[in-house]
């Protein structure tokens, strides 16, 4: 395990465990423990018959609110931190004040369960998410003052525990547009940014061949580009469909596996850009994008300087760079579509 945070809370529980346990834990590189057995979760959290549980901070929409519920109020917390909260179904006597211990890492876990507590507005605003288009600076902008907030890793996670109407100010997430206006309400809004295809895509095939990157917790799609010479990759199917990423989490239909060229997809994704009560933006815009997404969240204006994050070192994987060029003509016509609409919005904005 390279990942320090990760590694604290292995080391946490390796003391704790008793030889019939059963880890439930994130999908990663842990180590095979001493004792128990291991079962691994992504985008819902089943805990069945587990008696420890690593829970992971970011995943708490993957696990139904009763389940969450039933955790912190009749499980021992043994161990919190930046990323994890550990629980053990039968921990010893002496974790009985863990919680108070542990309140500052404890935190977010209590808000999301007041959410309802914490709502100012009287609609919700979704945030489109499409991955690699500086989505994860624009959420941390625009979030960090929301106390309200939930954010979904996956569309299967949405679906098996999908947000109340009263629940949450700011909803986020890889969710394509179409899932979420199923679980919306008319006075509801959607929020995005779209990049430059090419650029996109690009940031995605980079993203995946970071060599510190664990390819466990990828898509098959993010999998593929980093096992395939970039050129083969090209001529598989998936290679289509992340070239015109946006474009389909924008215009495609809920559980479909939609071809970009298709008419119907470039018409709703151009119908959801062209809403009134939407705000869509290019990257070329993303400073006024967060001040605008926090006027229609009803926050105070920012002082502090937009933190990037997430962002590839383009010096050290110059190999992958030049991999990725030497494919250009390729891509661009794989990317077609998308750049259509693309360049659509750009001229609007």
């Given at each position: 395990?390279?990942?320090?945070?990760?590694?604290a809370a292995w080391d946490s529980?390796?003391?704790?465990?008793?030889?019939?346990?059963?880890?439930?834990?994130?999908?990663?590189?842990?180590?095979?423990?001493?004792?128990?057995?291991?079962?691994?979760?992504?985008?819902?959290?089943?805990?069945?018959?587990?008696?420890?549980?690593?829970?992971?901070?970011?995943?708490?929409?993957?696990?139904?609110?009763?389940?969450?519920?039933?955790?912190?109020?009749?499980?021992?917390?043994?161990?919190?931190?930046?990323?994890?909260?550990?629980?053990?179904?039968?921990?010893?006597?002496?974790?009985?004040?863990?919680?108070?211990?542990?309140?500052?890492?404890?935190?977010?876990?209590?808000?999301?369960?007041?959410?309802?507590?914490?709502?100012?507005?009287?609609?919700?605003?979704?945030?489109?998410?499409?991955?690699?288009?500086?989505?994860?600076?624009?959420?941390?902008?625009?979030?960090?003052?929301?106390?309200a907030k939930a954010y979904y890793?996956?569309?299967?996670?949405?679906?098996?525990?999908?947000?109340?109407?009263?629940?949450?100010?700011?909803?986020?997430?890889?969710?394509?547009?179409?899932?979420?206006?199923?679980?919306?309400?008319?006075?509801?809004?959607?929020?995005?940014?779209?990049?430059?295809?090419?650029?996109?895509?690009?940031?995605?095939?980079?993203?995946?061949?970071?060599?510190?990157?664990?390819?466990?917790?990828?898509?098959?799609?993010?999998?593929?580009?980093?096992?395939?010479?970039?050129?083969?990759?090209?001529?598989?199917?998936?290679?289509?469909?992340?070239?015109?990423?946006?474009?389909?989490?924008?215009?495609?239909?809920?559980?479909?596996?939609?071809?970009?060229?298709?008419?119907?997809?470039?018409?709703?994704?151009?119908?959801?850009?062209?809403?009134?009560?939407?705000?869509?933006?290019?990257?070329?815009?993303?400073?006024?994008?967060?001040?605008?997404?926090?006027?229609?969240?009803?926050?105070?204006?920012?002082?502090?300087?937009?933190?990037?994050?997430?962002?590839?070192?383009?010096?050290?994987?110059?190999?992958?760079?030049?991999?990725?060029?030497?494919?250009?003509?390729?891509?661009?016509?794989?990317?077609?579509?998308?750049?259509?609409?693309?360049?659509r919005l750009r001229a609007h904005?």
């Amino acid at each position: 395990m390279l990942d320090p945070v990760w590694q604290a809370a292995w080391d946490s529980l390796l003391p704790q465990l008793k030889p019939d346990d059963r880890i439930l834990a994130p999908i990663g590189d842990w180590p095979t423990p001493p004792v128990g057995t291991l079962r691994h979760y992504t985008d819902r959290i089943e805990v069945q018959n587990a008696s420890v549980v690593i829970l992971h901070k970011g995943r708490l929409n993957a696990l139904p609110r009763e389940a969450l519920v039933r955790l912190c109020n009749e499980w021992q917390i043994v161990f919190a931190n930046e990323v994890f909260v550990c629980f053990l179904r039968d921990g010893p006597r002496r974790f009985i004040n863990s919680l108070r211990r542990h309140s500052r890492h404890f935190l977010p876990v209590r808000h999301h369960l007041r959410t309802r507590h914490f709502k100012r507005l009287g609609n919700t605003i979704f945030f489109v998410h499409i991955p690699k288009t500086a989505g994860t600076t624009v959420w941390n902008a625009i979030g960090h003052t929301v106390r309200a907030k939930a954010y979904y890793d996956s569309t299967a996670s949405f679906r098996a525990n999908p947000p109340s109407d009263d629940q949450f100010d700011l909803v986020g997430g890889h969710i394509p547009l179409a899932t979420f206006q199923m679980h919306a309400s008319p006075q509801d809004r959607f929020i995005g940014l779209l990049r430059d295809p090419v650029l996109r895509f690009r940031a995605a095939f980079l993203h995946s061949r970071r060599p510190y990157e664990d390819p466990k917790t990828f898509t098959p799609t993010m999998r593929l580009m980093r096992e395939l010479p970039f050129k083969e990759f090209l001529a598989h199917p998936d290679a289509r469909q992340e070239a015109n990423l946006q474009l389909l989490m924008l215009g495609g239909s809920p559980g479909n596996d939609d071809d970009p060229t298709d008419r119907d997809v470039f018409v709703r994704a151009c119908r959801a850009l062209d809403s009134p009560r939407n705000l869509f933006m290019t990257t070329d815009h993303v400073a006024k994008f967060i001040a605008d997404s926090r006027i229609i969240l009803q926050t105070r204006p920012s002082t502090m300087p937009t933190q990037h994050l997430n962002v590839s070192d383009l010096d050290a994987q110059a190999d992958d760079l030049a991999e990725f060029a030497a494919c250009l003509p390729q891509i661009r016509a794989l990317a077609a579509p998308e750049l259509v609409l693309y360049e659509r919005l750009r001229a609007h904005s």
